[in-house]
Every structure is written in structure tokens, then in C-alpha cells.
């Protein structure tokens, strides 16, 4: 049965770590938001799905993954749960900790990227925020995006220079890679500098897209553009 996964169909977004490790995987699933309607997917299967009176344990927001009677909520959780299905996890008990604990950093710097447009309330459009935003974004390029990178770059130094954990691509490194990419959309002269100084996570980033799978799905109509709708976006201004 092939995985189903419940996301917004025009965002990359959190739902974009889930599709890396599925990618890359070869896996088999649906996208149930970005079918057609006339198969019972698209947004509207999405809505239903996400106000179902009959799930017991609802997720707040997706993405979500659907594995037969099993649901997960939590992009962390899912790949926390996907990795050793995958093979994208070692198999101790503790690389999967190891991993799942570098994963919620990364959704750490993945929530202060979205804060730097919405700062104050995210019921708030990015242009009622602007003078905040400036501020905010200000000190997430000075100081948190080379916190972080330098973080990542400790980790692959201290392992085998080339992954996060272990000596084979686990969830960690794609989401790494994912985080890289958006930064770079987001943020290119900030991202640019911060990585100038930490170039084993500047070399992550380079290889992964060059994994096959990763490199067809990339090039294939099925990764969506990174746009201003989503975590990740370019307005100039904030790139400090």
C-alpha cells in the first residue's frame, strides 16, 4: 500500500522534508492534495481529511502521513518514523536519537526563518509587519543563520566530514540539504557568507542533489518552486 501524504499542494514548505526522504527513497506514494478531484484528492480531500470528526487523534496542521491505519502528524515524527523504512537511519537506537535529535534543530532554524516576515502574528500579512520583520531578520542574518550553520558544520566534523551521522545519507542530510536550498532563496548573500565559512555543510548541499533519484525529482514539474506563499521568501529587503 503506498504511503499517502496530506500537504498543502502549493507550498514546498514542512511537507517538503517528507518528500525528500520519500524521493530519495523510491518510495511509493500519493501526494493526495496535488491529485485530481475527480479521483477524490486535491485540496478539497485535504480539507476533509484535516476536519474529520472521526480521527481520534487529529494532527494540528500537515504535513501528515497516512501509512494503512497509522497516522502521523509532525514533519520530525514522520521521518522519525519513516527513517528505518526507509534506510534512511542507522540502526542503533542511538543514531536514530542522534538523528531525530538533529532533525529538530533543523525544524528550530525552519520556525526562525518564518519568523523573520512574520514576526508579530502570522494571522498578519508580511506588509502590517515590516518594520519588525527588518529587525528580526537583521539578527537572523547576523547571528542565527552562522550559529546554526556552524552547528551542522561541528556535526560533519566530527563524524566522517560528509554526513551528518553515521557513514551513509540518512533524513537528516536531505533535510539539511532542504534547509541550505531555502536559506539560499531566501537569504543569498546571508546564506553565501554564512557558508564561505563552513564548507563541509556548503558540500552536503552540493552533493545531495546529485544522489539519482533526488537529481529526476529536482528537475521534475513534482518539486514545487519555492515561493512567497511559503517558509522560505525572497524579499530583498531582509536579506541583511
Given at each position: 500500500?503506498?504511503?499517502?501524504?496530506?500537504?498543502?499542494?502549493?507550498l514546498?514548505?514542512?511537507?517538503e522534508?517528507?518528500?525528500?526522504?520519500?524521493?530519495?527513497?523510491?518510495?511509493?506514494?500519493?501526494?493526495?492534495?496535488?491529485?485530481p478531484?475527480a479521483?477524490?484528492?486535491g485540496?478539497?480531500a485535504?480539507?476533509?481529511?484535516?476536519?474529520?470528526?472521526s480521527?481520534?487523534?487529529?494532527?494540528?496542521?500537515?504535513?501528515v502521513?497516512?501509512?494503512?491505519?497509522?497516522?502521523?502528524?509532525?514533519?520530525?515524527a514522520?521521518?522519525?518514523?519513516?527513517?528505518?523504512?526507509?534506510g534512511?537511519?542507522?540502526?542503533?537506537?542511538?543514531?536514530?536519537?542522534?538523528?531525530?535529535?538533529?532533525?529538530?534543530?533543523?525544524?528550530?532554524v525552519?520556525?526562525?526563518?518564518?519568523?523573520?516576515h512574520?514576526?508579530?502574528?502570522?494571522?498578519?500579512?508580511?506588509?502590517?509587519?515590516?518594520?519588525?520583520?527588518?529587525?528580526r531578520?537583521?539578527?537572523?542574518?547576523?547571528?542565527?543563520?552562522?550559529e546554526?550553520?556552524?552547528?551542522?558544520?561541528?556535526?560533519?566534523?566530527?563524524?566522517?566530514?560528509?554526513?551528518?551521522v553515521?557513514?551513509?545519507?540518512?533524513?537528516?542530510?536531505l533535510?539539511l540539504?532542504?534547509?541550505?536550498d531555502?536559506?539560499?532563496?531566501?537569504?543569498?548573500?546571508?546564506?553565501?557568507?554564512?557558508?564561505s565559512?563552513?564548507?563541509?555543510?556548503?558540500?552536503?548541499?552540493?552533493?545531495?542533489?546529485r544522489?539519482?533519484?533526488?537529481?529526476?525529482?529536482?528537475?521534475?514539474p513534482?518539486?514545487i518552486?519555492?515561493?512567497?506563499?511559503?517558509?522560505?521568501?525572497?524579499?530583498?529587503?531582509l536579506?541583511?
Amino acid at each position: 500500500m503506498a504511503y499517502e501524504l496530506y500537504y498543502w499542494p502549493m507550498l514546498q514548505g514542512r511537507g517538503e522534508f517528507v518528500r525528500l526522504a520519500l524521493e530519495d527513497a523510491g518510495a511509493d506514494y500519493v501526494d493526495i492534495a496535488r491529485g485530481p478531484d475527480a479521483d477524490g484528492r486535491g485540496l478539497g480531500a485535504l480539507t476533509r481529511f484535516l476536519e474529520d470528526p472521526s480521527i481520534a487523534r487529529p494532527a494540528f496542521a500537515p504535513p501528515v502521513l497516512r501509512d494503512g491505519d497509522t497516522l502521523i502528524g509532525q514533519t520530525a515524527a514522520i521521518l522519525l518514523y519513516l527513517g528505518p523504512r526507509l534506510g534512511l537511519v542507522g540502526e542503533s537506537e542511538a543514531d536514530r536519537i542522534w538523528t531525530h535529535q538533529i532533525q529538530l534543530t533543523i525544524a528550530d532554524v525552519v520556525a526562525e526563518a518564518h519568523d523573520t516576515h512574520h514576526p508579530i502574528a502570522i494571522s498578519l500579512n508580511y506588509e502590517d509587519q515590516k518594520p519588525e520583520a527588518a529587525r528580526r531578520a537583521r539578527d537572523f542574518c547576523r547571528n542565527r543563520i552562522p550559529e546554526f550553520l556552524a552547528w551542522f558544520e561541528h556535526v560533519l566534523t566530527r563524524n566522517d566530514g560528509r554526513h551528518l551521522v553515521g557513514d551513509r545519507v540518512t533524513y537528516a542530510d536531505l533535510s539539511l540539504f532542504q534547509l541550505v536550498d531555502g536559506l539560499h532563496y531566501a537569504f543569498p548573500n546571508a546564506s553565501a557568507a554564512a557558508l564561505s565559512d563552513n564548507p563541509q555543510v556548503a558540500a552536503l548541499h552540493a552533493a545531495i542533489p546529485r544522489r539519482p533519484r533526488l537529481a529526476a525529482y529536482l528537475a521534475s514539474p513534482r518539486r514545487i518552486p519555492f515561493n512567497e506563499q511559503c517558509i522560505f521568501r525572497r524579499y530583498p529587503e531582509l536579506d541583511g
